[in-house]
């Protein structure tokens, strides 16, 4: 039987990502890059042709040696987490197949992008989170109801606790009746008006429809279930952001926190006042806000010669 060979483990490798990660196309695109880099580098690093025997081989030694050189190019720290965990991905799937095993790579870590405060997300990390699929094969329903409880936090600007708060009748209602606001009651008993994305009333809708427990329920029960049917653990989430990151290989800021930092950042960079956002957050004051919106200099100074009258003309 002939021995399977490098470019064959990558082809099963791409199948796998695509049908049953069922990975976007430019996530695909992106792993597919960062590991063809890798490889690329160990070639002109061993001085030949890379195979799955070498693969097995290398020592920790090699692949420091990869990550300082990308360090040297200049790349990004968070370029080269990512590109580390596509690595791991590729190295664990050659793993899992039967392929090649390399224990090296576990002492490996990746690298650390420290934050002192929440970090809002690119729009394109952004999106990749919300659309990434589970390592693990779970069971359908709670694959919809994370992506409806992080669209919440990140397309609502919702805390976790707000979220989990959603009783069953609340939702019934609101899918009912055509609905795309809800009244949220934050800290302080505060109680706000939050519009809906188009997006997260349909994840509510699938996941209401997919969970098996919910139908048996009363009106008064908490809508976002745990795996045995009891109200969903805010640890749960957390877990699942966790291992979302780790997967993508984002920045350890990258907490459920860090989707409602990132929409209001968002917002705020495309233009949103900073009154408005204060009262969609459910901030008591607007230095809060503040706080939580991080616009580089240049849109705000952009924004300042647009409006400026003083500026204008200029």
Same mark, same amino acid.
């Given at each position: 039987?002939?021995?399977?060979?490098?470019?064959?483990?990558?082809?099963?490798?791409?199948?796998?990502?695509?049908?049953?990660?069922?990975?976007?196309?430019?996530?695909?695109?992106?792993?597919?890059?960062?590991?063809?880099?890798?490889?690329?580098?160990?070639?002109?690093?061993?001085?030949?042709?890379?195979?799955?025997?070498?693969?097995?081989?290398?020592?920790?030694?090699?692949?420091?040696?990869?990550?300082?050189?990308?360090?040297?190019?200049?790349?990004?720290?968070?370029?080269?987490?990512?590109?580390?965990?596509?690595?791991?991905?590729?190295?664990?799937?050659?793993?899992?197949?039967?392929?090649?095993?390399?224990?090296?790579?576990?002492?490996?870590?990746? &690298?650390? #992008? %420290?934050? +002192? !405060?929440?970090?809002?997300?690119?729009? /394109? *990390?952004?999106?990749?989170? $919300?659309?990434?699929?589970?390592?693990?094969?779970?069971?359908?329903?709670?694959?919809?109801?994370?992506?409806?409880?992080?669209?919440?936090?990140?397309?609502?600007?919702?805390?976790?606790?707000?979220?989990?708060?959603?009783?069953?009748?609340?939702?019934?209602?609101?899918?009912?009746?055509?609905?795309?606001?809800?009244?949220?009651?934050?800290?302080?008993?505060?109680?706000?008006?939050? &519009?809906? #994305? %188009?997006? +997260? !009333?349909?994840?509510?809708?699938?996941? /209401? *429809?997919?969970?098996?427990? $919910?139908?048996?329920?009363?009106?008064?029960?908490?809508?976002?279930?745990?795996?045995?049917?009891?109200?969903?653990?805010?640890?749960?989430?957390?877990?699942?952001?966790?291992?979302?990151?780790?997967?993508?290989?984002?920045?350890?800021?990258?907490?459920?926190?860090?989707?409602?930092?990132?929409?209001?950042?968002?917002?705020?960079?495309?233009?949103?006042?900073?009154?408005?956002?204060?009262?969609? #957050?459910?901030? +008591?004051?607007?230095?809060?806000?503040?706080?939580?919106?991080?616009?580089?200099?240049?849109?705000?100074?952009?924004?300042?010669?647009?409006?400026?009258?003083?500026?204008?003309?200029?």
């Amino acid at each position: 039987m002939t021995a399977p060979t490098l470019a064959a483990a990558r082809d099963a490798w791409r199948d796998w990502l695509k049908s049953e990660r069922r990975l976007a196309g430019h996530t695909l695109t992106a792993y597919e890059h960062d590991v063809a880099g890798f490889l690329g580098f160990m070639t002109t690093y061993l001085g030949a042709d890379v195979t799955l025997e070498e693969l097995a081989k290398l020592k920790p030694a090699e692949f420091r040696a990869w990550l300082a050189e990308k360090a040297r190019s200049g790349a990004a720290r968070s370029s080269t987490a990512r590109a580390f965990s596509s690595v791991r991905s590729f190295f664990r799937f050659l793993d899992k197949r039967g392929f090649a095993s390399n224990a090296s790579i576990g002492a490996i870590q990746t &690298p650390k #992008l %420290p934050h +002192a !405060i929440p970090k809002a997300l690119n729009e /394109r *990390d952004m999106n990749e989170l $919300l659309d990434a699929s589970d390592l693990e094969s779970r069971e359908a329903w709670i694959e919809l109801r994370d992506s409806a409880v992080l669209l919440l936090l990140y397309g609502a600007g919702l805390r976790i606790g707000e979220a989990l708060a959603f009783t069953k009748g609340t939702v019934e209602t609101l899918l009912a009746e055509g609905q795309d606001t809800l009244s949220i009651t934050g800290k302080g008993n505060k109680t706000r008006l939050v &519009p809906l #994305l %188009p997006q +997260a !009333i349909e994840a509510l809708a699938a996941y /209401r *429809d997919a969970c098996p427990f $919910l139908k048996v329920l009363p009106a008064h029960h908490a809508f976002f279930l745990g795996a045995r049917g009891g109200p969903l653990d805010p640890a749960i989430v957390q877990k699942r952001v966790r291992d979302l990151r780790m997967q993508l290989g984002l920045a350890d800021s990258v907490t459920p926190h860090a989707l409602r930092h990132s929409f209001a950042t968002h917002l705020l960079g495309a233009g949103g006042d900073l009154r408005t956002i204060q009262e969609l #957050l459910g901030h +008591a004051s607007l230095s809060t806000t503040q706080r939580y919106t991080d616009v580089d200099a240049a849109r705000l100074t952009e924004v300042y010669r647009a409006a400026h009258p003083r500026a204008k003309g200029r």
